[in-house]
């Protein structure tokens, strides 16, 4: 059991910085790869990065990448996303995905999913 529960996400301006949380309950996280994805309005959900379990892995979309940075804290059961250099394309709301399979968080099928934070960049 994995309960997720994200938080950071707010109004930036283009070019600004935000920095997600994704707070994991029990004590089976380590087990797990962890990822982020979004969706705008009216848009299809897309994948933006995949941590693996022990961190050593990751994988991200080609839009964000090298602007966009996963990482987790397996003592404080948490993963982040910072995110820099943000455009208003990266709005949307800000999914975080848990599954014991990088390449089945990475699909979109993941096993836990977290409420959403939204993330607003303004031009």
């Known amino acids: 059991q994995v309960q997720l529960v994200e938080s950071g996400g707010g109004l930036v301006q283009t070019g600004g910085s935000l920095r997600l949380s994704c707070a994991a309950s029990?004590?089976?996280?380590?087990?797990?790869?962890m990822g982020w994805f979004r969706q705008a309005p009216g848009k299809e959900r897309e994948f933006v990065a995949v941590?693996?379990?022990?961190?050593?892995?990751?994988y991200y979309a080609d839009s964000v990448k090298g602007r966009f940075t996963i990482s987790r804290d397996i003592a404080k059961g948490t993963v982040y996303l910072q995110m820099n250099s943000l455009k208003p394309e990266d709005t949307a709301v800000y999914y975080c995905v848990a599954d014991p399979y990088l390449r089945t968080t990475k699909a979109g099928n993941g096993r836990y999913w977290g409420q959403g934070t939204q993330v607003t960049v303004s031009s």
């Open positions: 941590v693996a379990r022990n961190g050593d892995v990751t």
């Open positions: 029990g004590r089976t996280f380590s087990t797990y790869a």
